[in-house]
């Protein structure tokens, strides 16, 4: 007589394979560097002195409701991940890093591409305007230490990426 905690083992594995797709889409889902999680993502190519191209895949933030919770409470960021804020227009734009928990470069670019100011290493947490000396258009914001690693410098531009 078949005891009451024994099954047939085909009843048990006709449960995994749904239950792993189920688990995949999930992670997928709420991932915070995936597609799926509601993100518009976008390749920025920067050009730099040295002849590389060093490419990002990042998220658009065009919006203000994007602007204002930039990558605040990430506990993570892809390598070759970050954030692209479009004001949509030039004008002096000030950052900060409230409720920011990584370290970040924050490349200032205008309208045309060139960079014309990098705070590299920024501090978490902190309340201290960060700004280009001049209006910019956009601020893309990376992973600290990620410009002095690719050797990025004031004067490289973006040649491929920003929104027109």
């Not at 047939?8 to 597609?35: E, K, N, T």
Request: charged share 20%.
């Amino acid at each position: 007589m078949p005891s009451l905690f024994t099954r047939p083992l085909i009843s048990q594995r006709r449960y995994i394979f749904p239950a792993f797709l189920l688990g995949l889409f999930l992670v997928l889902l709420f991932h915070p560097s995936c597609v799926l999680a509601g993100q518009e993502l976008s390749e920025i190519g920067i050009h730099s002195a040295d002849g590389q191209v060093h490419v990002f895949k990042v998220e658009i933030a065009a919006t203000p409701e994007k602007q204002a919770k930039g990558l605040m409470f990430r506990r993570d960021l892809a390598l070759d991940g970050g954030m692209l804020f479009d004001f949509l227009r030039t004008e002096p734009v000030a950052m900060w890093m409230k409720n920011t928990f990584l370290p970040l470069d924050m490349f200032f670019i205008t309208a045309d591409g060139l960079i014309v100011m990098i705070a590299e290493r920024t501090v978490p947490g902190s309340l201290a305007a960060i700004s280009a000396n001049v209006p910019v258009r956009f601020v893309l914001e990376v992973n600290g230490g990620t410009a002095s690693r690719l050797r990025l410098k004031e004067g490289d531009r973006v040649i491929r990426g920003l929104p027109k």
